[in-house]
């Protein structure tokens, strides 16, 4: 079915019209903390840039192994399944922040961040979640200078 | 918002001095080819979506979760393979259909772009939205209203000629708001004179890339590039603002639709290369949509006008209305047509007229 040229430029002016309206709400409730209503927004707008605070903080994974007393620091681009780099480092990022929160799902939250850590790292006596605060420049310069604060153990 | 883009759009077509006739035959088949492009690429965006969802199916179950309420109750878990194949048989149906009949048709297009949107859910299932295929799943939503078929080629109506260019408006719009947002941003840190680093700090790029590498556990190489040259990345953040902010003007104004195209092409490229942020299907739906097809298939082009008995250079405006700078750009435009598009970035005519009224003073 085809339809009329007429129809066409109204009905398309509108769902541009509603697309636009819903990019710009979705930066508006993003800022006010409600989350991106309307999925097609911005992505990765880098208001600024990264590190932008002189201070940078992720999580990362480290384990245990049976046979080891050292415990092994886990890298993203290592892990053996399908999880693209921003899938690891956001999905690891959003679960640690669920696990941490005060809000009753926590406890869900953890439950999901040991099946995705078991998951992606191998398999370990024990596992842990390590908070790394750098400086950027500083340890750009200096590879080794980075604090470490382990925020959940499992 | 439909108000403020009528006045871009009114504003340019108060400046079009292009034979109109030409821009709305060079618009509906360019666009048609772009079509038919991503039509093609969408086969292969399928192909990569199934095997995806094999992957996405070794994982933990539990894992899944959506944080909006809505798509929660949309996909409450990971499909099982039988939905999840069926609608994307009907993907493949439609999408081949409309290819077939090189036709796009509204009850084939509507479920097409519905059966993508809801295909690409699972890939945001792991509690974060990810925008990874927005300018694909936008291209195909935009062209549900859009009539356009191999006939339109013979007859391109206003109406589809004002159609196509919305369609580009709500796809290059993304590109606006990015490039928008971060004046304020960078106008707030600048005022507060705080000890952050902001994008015109000599570091700034380097931070970026710094922090992107580090952030993914890659060796990181490229601190040169960014210490010896800190000069060359605060004008490109300049230039980068203004390219996304100015990108919807090539809605409106087809001569600029494949620089617009190749600029962002490289802002995709040089962001994958030195910062780690991949756009890849974002930017092939890109190279789809804004290449310059009526240029690419001179041939055919030119034989379609031929066939119509069409002078595209009939409808010229009176020399007379025009500033120095016009005439010449309508000169370079009537050369070549998408040349002439640097011309048509928004600011140069302003520029350039300014500076002839100051030399005339002189």
């Known amino acids: 079915m085809k339809l009329n040229p007429n129809k066409g430029l109204k009905y398309t002016k509108r769902l541009v019209a509603v697309s636009m309206a819903g990019s710009i709400l979705s930066v508006v409730t993003g800022m006010a903390g409600f989350g991106e209503l309307y999925p097609f927004a911005t992505w990765k707008l880098y208001t600024q840039p990264l590190g932008s605070k002189n201070i940078y903080e992720e999580y990362r994974i480290y384990t245990l192994a049976p046979d080891n007393a050292m415990w092994q620091r886990q890298s993203v681009m290592n892990n053996p399944k399908d999880f693209t780099q921003d899938e690891y480092v956001y999905t690891l990022n959003k679960l640690v922040a669920g696990a941490l929160s005060d809000a009753p799902d926590s406890v869900m939250f953890r439950s999901r961040l040991q099946s995705f850590v078991k998951y992606v790292a191998p398999p370990a006596a024990a596992y842990k979640i390590v908070k790394e605060t750098y400086h950027p420049l500083e340890h750009l310069h200096h590879p080794q200078h980075y604090d470490t604060l382990t925020v959940l153990r499992f | ?362």
């Open chain 2, 1 to 362: 918002m439909t108000r403020l883009l009528y006045y871009v759009s009114d504003r340019l077509k108060g400046v079009d001095i292009s034979g109109d006739r030409e821009v709305k035959y060079r618009n509906v088949f360019s666009f048609y080819y772009a079509v038919l492009a991503l039509r093609l690429f969408s086969f292969l965006w399928l192909y990569w979506t199934a095997a995806k969802y094999l992957q996405l199916q070794q994982r933990p179950t539990d894992i899944f979760w959506f944080d909006h309420t809505l798509v929660k109750w949309l996909m409450p878990s990971l499909p099982n393979a039988p939905l999840f194949f069926g609608v994307l048989a009907l993907a493949v149906v439609c999408n081949g259909w409309q290819l077939i009949k090189s036709k796009s048709s509204f009850v084939l297009q509507l479920p097409l772009a519905l059966s993508l949107l809801w295909l690409n859910l699972p890939q945001w299932g792991y509690g974060f939205l990810s925008h990874v295929n927005h300018t694909f799943l936008l291209a195909h939503l935009f062209l549900v209203f859009i009539p356009i078929s191999k006939a339109s080629l013979q007859h391109p109506g206003q109406q589809l000629h004002k159609s196509i260019n919305w369609f580009y408006a709500g796809i290059l719009f993304t590109y606006t708001l990015a490039g928008l947002w971060k004046i304020p941003s960078l106008l707030y840190k600048l005022l507060l004179n705080t000890t952050d680093v902001h994008w015109l700090h000599p570091h700034a790029s380097l931070y970026n890339a710094f922090v992107s590498f580090r952030n993914y556990d890659l060796p990181f190489n490229l601190a040169p590039v960014f210490t010896d040259y800190a000069l060359f990345w605060q004008l490109s953040f300049l230039v980068v603002v203004y390219l996304q902010s100015a990108s919807i003007v090539a809605a409106f104004r087809q001569e600029l639709r494949p620089l617009m195209g190749v600029l962002l092409v490289l802002f995709h490229g040089m962001n994958m290369l030195v910062f780690q942020t991949y756009f890849v299907v974002a930017t092939l739906v890109l190279l789809c949509l804004l290449l310059p097809y009526d240029v690419l298939l001179g041939n055919k082009f030119r034989k379609l006008a031929a066939d119509l008995q069409t002078n595209f250079t009939e409808a010229q405006p009176a020399i007379s209305t025009l500033t120095p700078f016009e005439c010449f750009r309508q000169r370079v435009k009537s050369k070549s047509f998408y040349l002439s598009g640097i011309l048509f970035l928004p600011g140069v005519r302003m520029l350039a007229n300014g500076i002839t009224r100051i030399a005339g003073k002189l």
